[in-house]
């Protein structure tokens, strides 16, 4: 089982990044899709989740209106759009796939938004 997470980097405040996860080593179409993220000094917190059909999204309260999850159960992949980012945005961007009584994570990836 993998989960692989791309598309961080440094953006200056007010800029976009879409976020990549890709999934392999089970049945992606069956498993409701998370992102979190974790600050330094921080606890995790829920970013978006999207149900495994994608008929049902989620979003963190500072997040609404600026990131989108979506996900392509073709390409066993989860994406998240972030628009409008903030520096209080910089952290650690982790994806979680959750169903069937298992529960998956992957390695993370940086985002940092500073000018």
């Known amino acids: 089982v993998q989960l692989v997470e791309s598309g961080g980097g440094l953006v200056q405040p007010g800029g976009s990044l879409r976020l990549s996860c890709a999934a392999s080593g089970f049945t992606f179409s069956a498993y409701d899709m998370t992102w979190y993220r974790q600050a330094p000094g921080k606890e995790r917190e829920l970013v978006a989740t999207?149900?495994?059909?994608?008929?049902?999204?989620n979003y963190g309260d500072s997040m609404k209106g600026r990131f989108t999850i979506s996900r392509d159960n073709a390409k066993n992949t989860v994406y998240l759009q972030m628009n409008s980012l903030k520096p209080e945005d910089t952290a650690v961007y982790y994806c979680n796939a959750k169903g069937l009584g298992r529960n998956y994570w992957g390695q993370g990836t940086q985002v940092t938004v500073s000018s």
């Open positions: 999207i149900t495994s059909v994608g008929r049902s999204t």
